[in-house]
């Protein structure tokens, strides 16, 4: 019984929903704008062909030689190593440290450093060493702090990764560290 009450109550509703719309005339419509006209098209000039076996290329100005970047001898630059990156370290650990995100920025003096993007990554200092990287400094890895000082090469445009000895909790430890720009 209740149900056919809110039934009825429902269609009472939109009964006079409708009528009360039902007494406004509808807003004018503005005309469409007509189509742009076609753009006309040119037909096609017929050239001479050239004999390219006896054309002489023509000569182009002499290029000059692109400014010193900086970059040391295997290709690594200040200005590439700029950046985030997945920072990760394997070894002989308790736990398995999951990568964290870490940034290479200039610091003052032109020297590089390396911070963590939250709570856990690199505190230190990045050199470049011919065509390696040095990174010093302490690695947050979330069950405490691993020193390190690792040399780590050029793997591929966005990959470094060394190996190195470091400490951790008191315990020598051995590890590879790898840095993969974001």
Do not use: H, W
């Not at 929903?17 to 007494?23: I, M, Q, Y």
């Not at 098209?41 to 076996?53: I, K, L, N, Q, R």
């Not at 400014?67 to 002989?92: E, F, H, M, P, R």
């Not at 709570?119 to 702090?145: D, H, P, Q, W, Y």
Request: include cysteine; proline fraction near 10%; charge should be neutral.
């Amino acid at each position: 019984m209740f149900g056919k009450a809110i039934l009825g109550l429902s269609i009472v509703t939109m009964v006079f929903a409708l009528s009360a719309c039902g007494d406004k005339e509808p807003e004018p419509v503005a005309p469409a704008e007509p189509p742009p006209a076609p753009v006309p098209v040119a037909e096609p000039v017929e050239t001479d062909t050239v004999d390219t076996e006896t054309a002489t290329e023509p000569e182009l100005p002499p290029v000059e030689e692109p400014a010193d970047t900086g970059q040391a001898g295997g290709g690594i630059s200040k200005a590439s190593l700029i950046g985030n990156y997945k920072c990760s370290v394997t070894g002989d650990f308790p736990v398995t440290p999951p990568p964290a995100t870490c940034k290479i920025y200039e610091g003052s003096g032109g020297s590089l450093k390396i911070g963590p993007i939250g709570g856990t990554g690199i505190n230190g200092t990045v050199a470049i060493k011919g065509s390696r990287l040095k990174v010093s400094g302490a690695f947050n890895i979330g069950i405490g702090e691993l020193k390190i000082n690792a040399n780590l090469a050029k793997r591929s445009a966005k990959l470094y990764k060394g190996a190195g000895t470091g400490s951790f909790a008191g315990a020598s430890v051995k590890y590879t560290l790898t840095l993969k720009k974001m």
